[in-house]
């Protein structure tokens, strides 16, 4: 089938939230082949340990780029323990230049508990502003809801709850199967 006439994977919102001490990583369950909805339970948010160093990634896209993209992140992690920002930017410059990673098609959120990163094959490395990231179908809705509650007393686990919940009402490519993952608070 040519790519033009294939339907896409649809079904990802990933929404990061840093609020105080607290970072969470929060995302959908939904996978979708065009209209059709595949899987409502996918568990698209991942903790990562490397050495011992703590690590919250999800991810917006195919999931078999994903888990390929997580690897090398747990690989360059590894390699610079402690050191998200040095690692992520060269997992994006992997990503950009290697010919077999450049076919990858997902995007990644990932945090140590300090910092929040949108991680792209355009060879990218995002520090969101406002402490609020969001990725996928349904990114756009999670963001401006989340960026909306940055000012309340809700807590960053409640401000990622309540995005997801706003953009799944949204978005026909999300639901609202969390799977959430928190460092710190």
Not at 2 to 29: C, L, M, N, R, S
Not at 99 to 123: H, N, P, R
Not at 168 to 183: H, P, S
Request: with cysteine.
């Amino acid at each position: 089938m040519a790519d033009d006439q294939f339907p896409g994977w649809h079904g990802t919102t990933i929404i990061g939230v840093k609020k105080g001490d607290e970072v969470v990583i929060a995302g959908d369950g939904q996978v979708s082949l065009g209209q059709t909805v595949i899987k409502g339970t996918a568990r698209k948010v991942r903790r990562l340990n490397p050495g011992g160093y703590d690590v919250v990634a999800g991810f917006a896209g195919s999931t078999a780029d994903a888990f390929t993209l997580l690897e090398r992140l747990e690989a360059k992690l590894e390699a610079t323990p402690g050191q998200l920002a040095r690692a992520s930017v060269e997992l994006a410059k992997d990503w950009r230049t290697d010919k077999y990673l450049q076919k990858l098609e997902a995007m990644l959120i990932v945090s140590d508990g300090k910092d929040i990163f949108v991680i792209t094959g355009a060879g990218d490395v995002l520090e969101p502003e406002h402490n609020v990231a969001a990725i996928g179908s349904g990114g756009n809705f999670a963001l401006a809801a989340a960026r909306g509650m940055m000012d309340t007393d809700k807590s960053a686990e409640q401000v990622a709850r309540d995005a997801m919940a706003i953009a799944a009402d949204i978005c026909v490519y999300t639901n609202g199967n969390l799977t959430i993952e928190k460092i710190g608070g």
